[in-house]
């Protein structure tokens, strides 16, 4: 069908399509029928957005595990538009593409010179890449611009290891991950993690299709995304079925999550309850499934919970322990890994307002904040390990301003935060993955575009995200996706965005991200010193010196003092 035969909701952020559109769309048959997609004569590609994966999860499908899809149909289908978000608190971002309960989608991008096969041939097949979006498990959606999946596939053409990349949605808050003895009782726990395998076992028995090859399959996740990575990697104690074979994690552990139970959990269900008038049933699980979704949704607002809202939970099943005790036991996918944080991955979690001024305000938070637990002596410990000096604060290598609007101590308590949900825990899950697989481990270190983070534009002074902020959260998002917009318009950023890109496609390739080849720098695995090494990040220019390799033994004693105490957050 052509273009102008097609009935289009018109998007702005769709603009990169319609740059690129021929009269011709592709078609894929799949195990439950034909899909005709978009073929983007700019990029010499094929997509097919917006594909079920499973089936409404409204009604009776509602905080119920995924359900696979049981019909099939003749003719063809429209895969042009991707699917809508799952429901969170934040329509106005993430809503772009309507926002229900129907919404476990997948969206493929392909070159155009594989072939799409309506029986799965002999022909050569081409490595598999699974973007799992973030948003702290309560927001997002695989739409946004950010993710836009295009220029990476273009990337691993032009370097001659082609790819198939796609991304999926998933439940989030409470639609995917509430909890209770119902919940519990009902075998219907983790439901946002249920989700990522049923996307995976449908790329196992349909990518095929498109030529992809499923026994190459990468699972890519940023923060809550990189949570999932990791909790996926431990799922079922490390059994992956074969729906995927390296894991590359940005900014997020397994162990960065909370893994709250019942007693957090109960009186948020029962109050969701009362206010659905569901108290009076026998089965108020399932009087939740037959309320409307406008009636329910007000009520399941992440926001309205309090603390952190909504995370995975340690059920016994899909998630048997807390992540810890499964990576110190072993008892994780044995498969390569690359992984990483940025440099100052604490200021995106530091409180705001200025508040922590004075030793008294910095252990007062340390010590009541949510998801700490830390006894007094512990708390008065990590003071000891992160002084009030802001030479060794955070971000990272600003001497002596301590960013005084932003607290006095701001610099201080951004470092512990930092450490506790990002360096230290990536710190323990490297030593232990480069125990039985390759484990290539990074320190992003250059500060990002303005335009190329997530953060409002008031935030942002000038070209670059404000130095306060320094290389933050999500930093390294634009580089990886080689995104022009997002990257920046300076050389030094587009020549770094070349290398990262071309690194995380051969570790997709083959499970290093090096290739002698390209001229890239050499990355060593993690155990080829005692200490641990990481390839920095960084640019070769605007302030940085290019990438290099270090010991990992950056604030060493604070960082190994945070894993010894990650169990009292209930990690």
């Known amino acids: 069908m052509s273009m102008s035969a097609r009935a289009w909701k018109w998007n702005p952020s769709l603009t990169w399509f319609f740059a690129g559109l021929v009269a011709t769309d592709p078609l894929v048959t799949v195990l439950n029928g034909t899909y005709s997609g978009l073929h983007l004569a700019n990029f010499d590609q094929d997509v097919f957005l917006g594909i079920p994966y499973a089936q409404d999860t409204g009604g009776l499908n509602r905080f119920r595990i995924p ?8 003719g063809t289908k429209p895969a042009i538009e991707y699917g809508p978000s799952c429901p969170d608190h934040n329509p106005t971002a993430d809503g772009a593409y309507g926002m229900s309960e129907d919404c476990l989608s997948i969206n493929i ?18 490595p598999v890449l699974l973007w799992i979006h973030g948003g702290s498990y309560q927001v997002g959606t695989s739409a946004l611009p950010n993710y836009n999946l295009t220029y990476l596939v273009e990337r691993s053409v032009a370097i001659g290891k082609p790819i198939i990349a796609a991304s999926i949605n998933y439940r989030k808050g409470g639609w995917g991950m509430m909890y209770s003895r119902e919940i519990q009782g009902s075998g219907n726990t983790n439901l946002a993690l249920r989700d990522m395998r049923k996307g995976l076992a449908w790329i196992s028995e ?9 026994d190459t399959v990468t699972i890519w996740g940023e923060s809550a995304g990189s949570f999932a990575v990791g909790q996926l990697v431990m799922s079922y104690g490390g059994r992956t079925d074969g729906l995927f074979h390296r894991s590359i994690q940005e900014s997020g552990s397994a162990a960065t999550a909370w893994y709250n139970g019942s007693d957090w959990y109960q009186p948020i269900y029962d109050k969701i309850v009362s206010q659905t008038n569901c108290t009076d049933y026998p089965d108020t699980l399932e009087c939740l499934r037959t309320i409307p979704y406008s009636t329910i949704y007000p009520f399941m607002d992440s926001t309205k919970v309090g603390g952190p809202g909504f995370y995975p939970t340690v059920d016994g099943d899909i998630m048997p322990n807390y ?3 499964l990576l110190h036991s072993g008892r994780f996918a044995h498969v390569p890994h690359l992984y990483g944080s940025n440099t100052d991955e604490g200021t995106d979690n530091a409180p705001p307002g200025g508040i922590i001024n004075t030793d008294d305000d910095l252990y007062n938070y340390v010590h009541g904040s949510t998801g700490y637990s830390f006894p007094s002596s512990v708390v008065r410990k990590i003071m000891e390990l992160y002084p009030d000096d802001p030479t060794v604060g955070i971000p990272a290598n600003t001497g002596t ?12 308590i951004a470092a512990i935060i930092g450490d506790t949900f990002y360096h230290a825990p990536r710190l323990d899950d490297a030593r232990h993955y480069s125990k039985y697989s390759p484990t290539y481990i990074y320190r992003f270190n250059t500060r990002p575009f303005a335009n190329g983070t997530n ?17 933050q959260h999500f930093s390294e998002v634009a580089f990886v996706f080689s995104n022009p917009k997002y990257v920046g318009p300076w050389p030094e950023y587009q020549e770094l965005s070349r290398q990262m890109s071309a690194q995380w496609i051969n570790f997709v390739y083959g499970g290093s991200p090096n290739d002698k080849a390209t001229g890239l720098p050499n990355w060593p695995k993690y155990n080829d010193g005692a200490r641990g090494l990481n390839m920095v990040l960084q640019a070769q220019g605007r302030g940085y010196n290019g990438s290099f390799v270090e010991e990992d033994t950056w604030r060493l004693a604070g960082r190994e003092y945070l894993t010894k105490w990650a169990r009292r957050r209930h990690v």
């Open 67 to 74: 359900q696979s899809l049981d019909t099939k149909w003749n």
């Open 109 to 126: 991008v392909k070159p155009s010179s594989l072939s799409t096969y309506s029986t799965y041939s002999n022909s050569t097949k081409v």
């Open 206 to 214: 349909n990518i095929g299709a498109f030529g992809g090859d499923k």
């Open 323 to 325: 992540p810890t005790e």
């Open 401 to 412: 301003e301590r960013f005084a609007e932003q607290g006095y101590q701001y610099k201080r």
């Open 455 to 471: 953060a409002t534009s008031t935030d942002y002074v000038g070209a670059l995200a404000p130095i306060y902020k320094g290389v």
